[in-house]
């Protein structure tokens, strides 16, 4: 998908940040920058504070302390319409609160891009139909909204963030109502689109074998303010996940695959988590 103008390279960071949910600490003191070419997966329990983060992340919520970055510039400095082309969000629920055709859902999605008069070019409308090609939903172009199913709707909504077409990419459950095809599917697109042009993913996922062979590296959060950042493999390992996890993990590997599962109930204490 080519862009209308080059896309900057930069680096989002978290800096100091901490993040509270009434008297819950989320995450404390925690500082890391994520740079372009990476793919990260926010992994942890549920309540952990993984939409909190990629909210924060996003400018969207007011951070306990610290800041964040984008570019070396706070978020809050930036203008509006500036930080929609550097960064584009892809929220967990997605409302449609009226009927439009998927095509026009897409292409909302440039609205940063538009200049003089706000109407969208030529350029502006076949970036709408790469985004629908990459996920295979040309088909689909011209259907309501409404009348899409969940899953229909959540690579709809994955076409509308790439359409937007920022070097940056913020995704909270992506693979949400998904089946495994459109899971891996979604997720080789984002890696495809990195690899195409240096951008930075930043996505939440509970599939912790989809994120060791998708992602590049993981922040796991435990709930409890603590965090665990670095190469995915290195992160999401049976030893970090259990712990974050509070129970049992194991990696089994066969014929070069391998998955990351809960220890069977019955193997009690003895089956701790492997390597």
């Known amino acids: 998908m080519s862009s209308l103008a080059p896309l900057p390279t930069g680096s989002l960071s978290a800096q100091h940040l901490t993040l509270r949910a009434g008297a819950r600490t989320l995450l404390d003191d925690f500082t890391h920058t994520f740079f372009a070419g990476e793919i990260w ?162 996505f939440s996922c509970h599939d912790l074998t989809l994120a060791r062979r998708f992602a590049t590296h993981a922040l796991l959060m435990d709930g409890k303010g603590g965090a665990y950042a670095g190469p995915v493999r290195d992160v999401l390992s049976p030893t970090l996940a259990s712990r974050a996890f509070g129970y049992p993990l194991v990696l089994i590997e066969q014929d070069g695959h391998e998955a990351l599962v809960p220890a069977l109930p019955h193997a009690g204490a003895s089956a701790g988590p492997g390597r």
Do not use: Y
């Open 41 to 202: 997966c926010v992994a942890g329990p549920n309540g952990a504070g993984k939409t909190t983060l990629i909210s924060a992340l996003a400018g969207l919520a007011e951070p306990a302390a610290g800041q964040v970055e984008l570019d070396g510039v706070a978020l809050h400095a930036w203008r509006g319409a500036e930080l929609a082309r550097r960064r584009a969000l892809m929220p967990q629920d997605t409302h449609d609160a009226f009927a439009a055709s998927v095509f026009d859902v897409v292409l909302l999605n440039r609205l940063p891009h538009l200049a003089g008069w706000g109407w969208e070019q030529p350029a502006d409308r076949a970036c709408a139909h790469a985004a629908l090609e990459r996920l295979a939903l040309e088909p689909l172009a011209g259907r309501n909204v409404l009348s899409l199913s969940g899953g229909e709707r959540r690579r709809v909504a994955l076409a509308a963030v790439l359409c937007q077409d920022a070097p940056l990419l913020l995704l909270d459950e992506p693979l949400a109502h998904l089946d495994w095809h459109h899971q891996i599917e979604c997720l080789t697109v984002l890696a495809q689109w990195v690899a195409q042009v240096p951008r930075t993913i930043v």
